[in-house]
C-alpha cells in the first residue's frame, strides 16, 4: 500500500510498503481523509520532535521513518479477535494515542501523560497518511451517521481545543484571549463560544486568518502591529484583563501578550508546541497569583468533542481549505502549508482514494 513517511526533516517520502496486519484487539481501518498537522509540519519543519530516530520507541520499538498522520477517518474493514466494538463497515475516526497503560499516569486514567506515551502517526505505529492502518480498539470511536468522513477528520483537533479549555478551568461567563488563529487557534475559539464564553479576543496579524477567526466566533481580533492589544483587552474587559489565555503560536510574543492580558489569578494555557524555549519574569506570577499550564492532546474528550459537532454546537465549518491526493502529499500538502501562501490553509485533508476528490 502507499504511505507518507517521514524520514527526516524536509524528507517525507510516498513509497510503497506492507499493508498492516490486524492484530488481537485492533481494527483495521481503510482510511478516508486525513489532515496534516501543526505537528506534523513541526517534524517536517524542525524534527525529530515526538518521531523516535536512532532510539526506537519505547511501545512501538519502531524508528524513523515512520508513517505520519493522526487526525483521520475511515472504514473498518477487518476486525481482530476480541475486538468486539466493531464490525466490518463501522464508520470511525481514530483517537491516536499510544500508552502503555500500567504507568502511574495511565493508571489514573491519565492516559495522555503516559511516561512512553507516543502519537500513531508518529511513533512508528502506522498512522493516518495511508491506505489502510491499524489500531487499538480501546482508541477508536464511531462517529453518527449525520456525521461526513471530512467532519470526522477534524475531531482529533477539536479535542485538542476542548481538552485545553477544560485545563484553564473555563466556566460559563468567562472571557478569554486565543493567541493566534491557526487550526488549533480557530478550534479553541469555537469551543470557548460553545462553552459559554463571554468575550472572546483574538490575536492574529493582518491575514485572512483574521476572518477566519471572526467566523469561528471571535468577538475581536486585534493585529499587535496596529494596536496595544494589552491595553485593548482591558478596556473590553473593566480594566481587569481575561480570565484565560490560549497559547497556540508557539512564540514569544504571544505567550508574552497572553500572560499580560490575563486578569489576577487567571490561567495561561500553552497549547502550542515550541521549537525552541521563552523567556519571562516569574515576578509577574508572584504578584498576581497567574497561572500558567501546559496542556497535550486529550483525553476522554473525544467523546464530547462527537457529540458537539455532531449537534452543532461546534460547527467546525469552513476549516477544509484544501483536498489533496496522498500522492501529491509534499507538494501540495507540506510545500502549500510551509510556503509563501500558507496563511490561507486552515485544513489541507489528504486522500489516498481518487474517487473521494
Given at each position: 500500500m502507499k504511505a507518507a513517511l517521514w524520514y527526516g526533516k524536509r524528507d517525507v517520502r510516498v513509497e510503497e510498503i506492507e499493508n498492516p496486519k490486524v492484530l488481537p484487539g485492533t481494527v483495521k481501518i481503510k482510511v478516508k481523509w486525513c489532515g496534516i498537522c501543526g505537528s506534523d509540519l513541526h517534524e517536517y519543519l524542525g524534527g525529530p520532535i515526538f518521531i523516535p530516530v536512532g532510539q526506537p520507541h519505547p511501545l512501538s520499538k519502531n524508528t524513523a521513518p515512520v508513517v505520519?498522520?493522526?487526525?483521520?477517518?475511515?472504514?473498518?474493514?477487518?476486525?481482530?479477535?476480541?475486538?468486539?466494538?466493531?464490525?466490518?463497515?463501522?464508520?470511525?475516526?481514530?483517537?491516536?494515542?499510544?500508552?502503555?497503560?500500567?504507568?502511574?499516569?495511565?493508571?489514573?486514567?491519565?492516559?495522555?501523560?503516559?511516561?512512553?506515551?507516543?502519537?500513531?502517526?508518529?511513533?512508528?505505529?502506522?498512522?493516518?497518511?495511508?491506505?489502510?492502518?491499524?489500531?487499538?480498539?480501546?482508541?477508536?470511536?464511531?462517529?453518527?451517521?449525520?456525521?461526513?468522513?471530512?467532519?470526522?477528520?477534524?475531531?482529533?483537533?477539536?479535542?485538542?481545543?476542548?481538552?485545553?479549555i477544560r485545563m484553564a478551568n473555563f466556566k460559563t461567563g468567562d472571557t478569554a484571549i486565543v493567541l493566534g488563529s491557526g487550526p488549533i487557534g480557530l478550534a479553541t475559539i469555537e469551543c470557548l463560544k460553545a462553552a459559554g464564553a463571554k468575550l472572546v479576543v483574538v490575536l492574529q496579524r493582518k491575514s485572512i486568518r483574521q476572518e477566519y477567526a471572526k467566523r469561528a466566533g471571535a468577538d475581536l481580533v486585534l493585529d499587535p502591529n496596529q494596536v496595544d492589544i494589552v491595553e485593548e483587552v482591558k478596556k473590553y474587559t473593566d480594566g481587569v484583563g481575561v480570565d484565560a489565555a490560549f497559547e497556540t503560536t508557539g512564540a514569544q510574543i504571544g505567550f508574552d501578550i497572553g500572560l499580560s492580558s490575563l486578569k489576577y489569578e487567571g490561567t495561561l494555557v500553552v497549547t502550542s508546541i515550541w521549537e525552541e524555549g521563552v523567556s519571562f519574569n516569574p515576578n509577574v506570577l508572584v504578584f498576581t497569583e497567574k497561572k500558567i499550564v501546559g496542556t497535550l492532546a486529550y483525553r476522554h474528550e473525544f467523546p464530547a468533542t462527537i457529540a458537539q459537532m455532531s449537534d452543532g454546537r461546534i460547527k467546525a465549518e469552513g476549516y477544509i481549505t484544501e483536498r489533496i491526493l496522498l500522492d501529491d502529499i509534499v507538494e501540495k500538502g507540506f510545500g502549500a502549508l510551509t510556503g509563501p501562501e500558507k496563511k490561507k490553509h486552515v485544513k489541507i485533508l489528504v486522500t489516498p482514494d481518487k474517487s473521494l476528490l
Open positions: 505520519l498522520g493522526h487526525e483521520f477517518s475511515g472504514e473498518v474493514v477487518e476486525v481482530g479477535k476480541g475486538a468486539d466494538k466493531f464490525k466490518v463497515g463501522d464508520r470511525v475516526t481514530v483517537e491516536p494515542i499510544v500508552a502503555c497503560g500500567k504507568c502511574p499516569a495511565c493508571r489514573e486514567g491519565k492516559y495522555n501523560l503516559c511516561s512512553s506515551l507516543g502519537f500513531h502517526g508518529l511513533c512508528g505505529s502506522g498512522g493516518g497518511l495511508a491506505e489502510y492502518t491499524v489500531f487499538s480498539e480501546e482508541f477508536v470511536h464511531k462517529i453518527p451517521d449525520n456525521m461526513s468522513y471530512e467532519q470526522a477528520a477534524l475531531i482529533e483537533p477539536m479535542a485538542v481545543a476542548l481538552h485545553s
